[in-house]
Structures are given as C-alpha cells and as structure tokens.
T-cell receptor, first 113, second 113 residues
Framework: NAGVMQNPRHLVRRRGQEARLRCSPM?????VYWYRQLPEEGLKFMVY????????ESGMPKERFSAEFPKEGPSILRIQQVVRGDSAAYFC???????????FGSGTRLTVV | QQQVKQSPQSLIVQKGGISIINCAYE??????FPWYQQFPGKGPALLIA?????SEKKEGRFTISFNKSAKQFSLHIMDSQPGDSATYFC????????????FGKGTMLLVSP
C-alpha cells in the first residue's frame, strides 16, 4: 500500500506564474489536509478537504490560493501569480476518517525565482 | 499568536544520553498532543501521541510526559542514537470531529556518536 504521494517533489516557478501541487491520498483515505512549512518554521495548516468538499479553509490565504479534491483523481493545491514569499515546502496528509494521527507525504518544495 | 511553543530550537546529545524537548500550549481546548519526527527531505512521521487524561505514555525509548495544570508536555528520548538525529515537532489538536494540527516550530536534534 503506497503512502501519500505528492508530486512534483520540487517545483520552480517564476514570479507571476501558477503552481499546481498534486496529492494522492493513501488507498481508502477520503480526508486530505494541506500544510505549509516555511524555512525554520513548523507546519501551518492550510485547508482540509473531503471528496468534493472543502471542510475548513481557515488557514489558506484568501487570494491566489485554492484547493480541490475531486471525486476522481488527486487533490490539487493551486497557487496563482506566485510571489517569492510562497517559496516553502507544501505537505499533504490523508486519513481514512475524521481521526487523529494522519499520514504525511514527502512534500513538494516550491521555489519562486 | 503562537499557540504551541517549543524549546529548545536545537539540541546536541551524546550517544546513549537522554534527549528532552519541551512544549507549552495556551489553548485549554487542545485535547490531543502528538510528536512528529522529520528527516531531511521527508514528511513528518507520527512518533507518539498522548491525550490529557494520562500523565505519561511510553513507547520503546520514547516517552511523553504531560502536565495538564501547567499546560506543558515533553518528549524524552532515552538511550539516544545517531539514527534519532532529526527535527522533532510537537503539535496539538483541539477540535473533535476532525484534527487540524497546530505545530511548534521544531527542535533539531543531533546525536553525536
């Protein structure tokens, strides 16, 4: 059973471009969480999704950021018009239900140049 | 407002020694306190977790001590090994139903041979 799969592992974007980060949860998991980790900082919650629904997006910036988890396919975190401050590691986690202790993927490291 | 404060920022311990990392929280609604271990280039992995109804939990060489009245909890790594060298994050979750985590800023542990 593969773990939480995130791709790409590394992503370089120029300022103003769009970044699309993908997360495939573990098999049987229908709950997905996105976190952002800035250098020398802990992880910060961004958004929690279930299939086709955004449950809590309280940690996600109101502008330029969006997330989806369609019925089929991976969850997508989209960042439009990226700026240097968006450079960070973005981690996805999944769980089978509304439980504690979910599993994280290895992350996507976004660099904005 | 930092809801979970973690210290020290970095720690060097000799092989065989005890590593101690401390966390303090502010929100009394927190009811789940996990510790995560993160190796470079990897996502955080759940190490051990505790609920506030117990004061201590031990799993192998890892022990969580919890002081509800002081709103503090700590991770003790007994007989520390070079393979334990990693960044450790404490976290807390406060809402029943789903578990968004509030993380500390992390402690970089180096166990010298």
């Amino acid at each position: 059973n593969a773990g939480v799969m995130q791709n790409p592992r590394h992503l370089v974007r120029r300022r103003g471009q769009e970044a699309r980060l993908r997360c495939s949860p573990m098999k049987g998991h229908s709950h997905v969480y996105w976190y952002r980790q800035l250098p020398e900082e802990g992880l910060k919650f961004m958004v929690y999704l279930q299939k086709e629904n955004i449950i809590d997006e309280s940690g996600m910036p109101k502008e330029r950021f969006s997330a989806e988890f369609p019925k089929e396919g991976p969850s997508i975190l989209r960042i439009q018009q990226v700026v240097r401050g968006d450079s960070a590691a973005y981690f996805c986690a999944s769980s089978p239900a509304e439980t504690y202790g979910y599993t994280f993927g290895s992350g996507t490291r976004l660099t904005v140049v | 407002q930092q809801q979970v404060k973690q210290s020290p920022q970095s720690l060097i311990v000799q092989k065989g020694g005890i590593s101690i990392i401390n966390c303090a929280y502010e929100n009394t609604a927190f009811d789940y306190f996990p510790w995560y271990q993160q190796f470079p280039g990897k996502g955080p992995a759940l190490l051990i977790a505790i609920r506030p109804d117990v004061s201590e939990k031990k799993e192998g060489r890892f022990t969580i001590s919890f002081n509800k009245s002081a709103k503090q909890f700590s991770l003790h790594i007994m007989d520390s090994q070079p393979g334990d060298s990693a960044t450790y994050f404490c976290a807390a979750s406060k809402k029943e139903g789903y578990s968004t985590l509030t993380f500390g800023k992390g402690t970089m542990l180096l166990v010298s041979p």
